[in-house]
């Protein structure tokens, strides 16, 4: 089977497990089990439009509305392995250039569209997982015109010396289709940062208990919590819920709990 393997689709979540949807957890948010499936389905590729059109180098796109961003934080067990708010600074990518240092991790953002992630390799270029492809690309080109930040510290690892992260991405140039190892742009720059195999599809075995959690904040008091066996899963969902926003995200669970209310509710009569 090789490193290729299908995409994975998300199950609608009134398909999927749930674990007592009206209770609270002891992180104040209900708990809902994910499941992905594998799938030959196309999915929206890093770079597309809602409505899957690839978007020319430099071409205008729509503003990034931070406000509409999904926080999140990511568990392993009881230790957390990523996280994310909206108070993190978004630049131009001709103002990020001024900041970039050789093996920083770029993540390029646009209202409607998967995050797209790279590592700055210096001399103004990346190297990024784009259309199936490893490429070394001017970050300016790379960029598309999306907002973009500088995103070291939102994995929680021990990141490896920038000269090993450079050469790490470098080497990878020019792979394609069946030679690559990671199912989205952020699984191959995280790897490229962090080395560890989790990042890399098939990195984990997926049986047992699910000892990943994603908390997604609601508000500041509450938040939901979904549970996955393996990190590459939960890469898949979270950029998933950046895709459809802070708004459709949370109104997608919300019109899940109402499913489930109903249906307790028809078992109870």
Same mark, same amino acid.
């Given at each position: 089977?090789?490193? @290729?393997?299908?995409?994975?689709?998300?199950?609608?979540? *009134?398909?999927?497990?749930?674990?007592?949807?009206?209770?609270?957890?002891?992180?104040?948010?209900?708990?809902?089990?994910?499941?992905?499936?594998?799938? $030959?389905?196309?999915?929206?590729?890093?770079?597309? *439009?809602?409505?899957? $059109?690839?978007?020319?180098?430099? @071409?205008?796109?729509?503003?990034?509305? @931070?406000?509409?961003?999904?926080?999140?934080?990511?568990?392993h067990r009881e230790e957390c392995i990523y996280e994310r708010t909206r108070l993190e600074e978004v630049y131009s990518p001709e103002n990020l250039l001024n900041k970039c240092k050789a093996g920083d991790l770029v993540e390029f953002v646009a209202s409607g569209q998967y995050p797209h992630w790279a590592v700055y390799v210096g001399d103004f270029q990346v190297v990024h997982l784009h259309r199936a492809e490893v490429k070394n690309s001017f970050l300016t080109d790379a960029s598309q015109g999306r907002r973009c930040r500088i995103v070291n510290d939102s994995y929680k690892f021990k990141p490896l010396g920038s000269d090993m992260v450079v050469q790490n991405a470098m080497e990878q140039v020019g792979l394609k289709d069946r030679e690559l190892s990671w199912r989205n742009s952020e699984c191959f720059a995280a790897w490229c940062r962090f080395g560890r195999r989790e990042f890399k599809m098939g990195g984990e075995i997926r049986i047992g208990k699910q000892p990943y959690r994603l908390k997604v904040f609601m508000s500041d008091k509450h938040s939901h919590v979904l549970e996955f066996q393996s990190l590459e899963d939960v890469i898949t969902e979270k950029r998933r819920n950046d895709h459809l926003g802070r708004t459709a995200a949370l109104r997608e669970l919300a019109c899940h709990y109402r499913n489930v209310e109903e249906t307790n509710l028809l078992f109870f009569f």
């Open positions: 089977m090789g490193n @290729q393997m299908d995409k994975l689709s998300h199950l609608s979540y *009134a398909e999927v497990p749930t674990v007592d949807p009206a209770g609270l957890d002891l992180d104040d948010g209900p708990r809902i089990g994910v499941s992905y499936i594998f799938s $030959s389905d196309d999915e929206l590729e890093d770079g597309c *439009a809602l409505d899957g $059109s690839e978007k020319e180098p430099n @071409q205008e796109e729509e503003h990034f509305d @931070q406000r509409d961003e999904v926080e999140c934080s990511v568990y």
